[in-house]
């Protein structure tokens, strides 16, 4: 058990590194220091300063586009002549008489309406049209697209490096009620992971014993204070050395489990198929448990995969829930940190960052990576159980996205961020609108009125939002078909993207929080990802690509 050292002593010990069948202990190569434990220094400082003002920037500009939208808008209908004050007429159906309105909005409005979500599509159609063209034709020797599909092609043609493998590597702290499940999810593959490491980071419970007597490697960090990027960052400059390029890396949550036992057989093969691809992501589920607020977390998971799925597996994130990343690719973000990428030169994962899984995506998009996400890679994910956990939660993911594009910057890889985050300001004057006015009708009205036109626009609704949750059964469809609750859900959501925008323009820092679970199976793990980080502005530029095991098939940019 490891005595967790404060965070101000100098952090220049290798982790160390046990197994179910041996204890040894893993230097880092002479004359280095572990990613992830570097000693504090004034860059490190002064990269947190920029990272704080990127932060601060990139909630400025959205507060401002979102702003301008409303305007815009308004300064679009303004001008339109209002409809005449409603005139309910009265009718009679078996005997029981009833008010409706069949007026509805002004023609010009909804023919407008219906041209500006067409240019919307067809925006975003070019957009990706071009990010793929352009990331195809990447000459092989531009530099700062080290990942791109021609440059790795080249580069591979005539290589073998070996069948492809797969080590696990699954960051912990404190999971002692979930470590073993997850460690038996991993056995139970089809084609199970060569190794299974656990990084078991600063943990004071059972942990690392457990996962020792499940028959995982343990790797305990030294003196780590980044969280779980400074665990898996110390982790992987003792393990990335020594993987080949076909040697793959799967980063799994402690609190998930395969849903599908070809998780891994389905990865090998894509790997093995594709030798630019760089990474394979999982699609997520939500676990059972926690009522209401379950099933809303639920369905969003659900309308996530569905909706990754349509897009052919091209993902907006790759989820911390469980991704493999070839090793080649995790070195190359290591050597791109502090020039082509934010971050500390020879760390993979990025300690500023709040979304490490995002921000990572990000990296990898960046450099001309392909990625994927199988239909056949699920796993299940453990959910908040409480509003204030799932609170905390969403605002650190929220803070995480936008932080990570104010240090990225406005790039083609980075556009669609933006766009998705102003997206999701604009509906946040939307949907408070719609709940202001449907108030003020209830108040101003003083005999309830059917609108025919409004309930057949809330008719078709009520149908998609029960349509994308089909498959998450009979629960999950009424509760969608009740429409008005998960638009309550989406209020809480927007409220989050305001507190998250409004503490980064004033600088206020953020924190990281760790659920008590109390049994086995119940709460989430602080390292969680989900489908919200994607909905609240994870979401990135994708491209498809086909052909023979010698072209990027099926993958995203």
Known sequence: MITPTPAEAPRTTAPHTTSAAATSTDAAPAGSTPAGTAPADTSTSTASTKSRRAARFAGLAVIAFTTLSSLALFLLIAPTSPRPFYAPRQAKVFGIEFSYDVNGPAVGLLVGAVIAGLLVAAFVAVYESRVSKASRRTHENVAARPLAPKRIMSLTRGVYAGPVTVLALIPAHNEEKTIRRTIRSLQAQSVPPER???????????????????????????????????????????????????????????????????????????????????????????????????????????????????????????????????????????????TLLPGRKGDVYDTLALTEDNEITIALKSLGGLMVSPQECTVVTEIMPSWKLLWKQRTRWQRGALENLGQYGVTLTTLRYWFQQIGIGYSVVALSSYFAVLVLMLLAIDHWVWFTFWIAIGLVFMAERVITVWRGGWRARALAALVIPELVFDLFLDIVFVKGVVDMTFGREATWSHVDRGAAGTGASRGTSSAAEAQQGSGGPTVGESGTADTAQGASL
Do not use: H, W
């Not at 050395?241 to 990865?267: C, H, I, Q, W, Y």
């Not at 829930?321 to 090793?327: D, E, G, P, Q, Y």
């Open 196 to 338: 299974i490491v656990v990084v078991a980071d600063n943990c004071t419970d059972d942990t690392v014993a457990l996962a020792r007597g499940a028959g995982a490697e343990v790797l305990e960090t030294v003196d780590n204070a980044d969280k779980k990027a400074g665990g898996l960052n110390q982790a992987l400059a003792v393990l990335l050395p020594a993987l080949g390029d076909n040697d793959t890396v799967l980063v799994m949550d402690a609190d998930t489990k395969f849903r599908s036992r070809r998780f891994l057989e389905v990865a090998r093969r894509r790997f093995t198929d594709d030798r630019a691809l760089m990474a394979v992501g999982g699609l997520f589920l939500g676990d059972s448990g926690a009522g209401l607020l379950g099933q809303f977390q639920r369905n969003e998971f659900t309308r996530y995969a569905r909706e990754i799925e349509r897009r052919r597996g091209k993902p907006f994130v790759l989820t911390g829930t469980a991704t493999v990343f070839r090793s080649a690719a995790l070195r190359t973000v290591s050597r791109s940190r502090g």
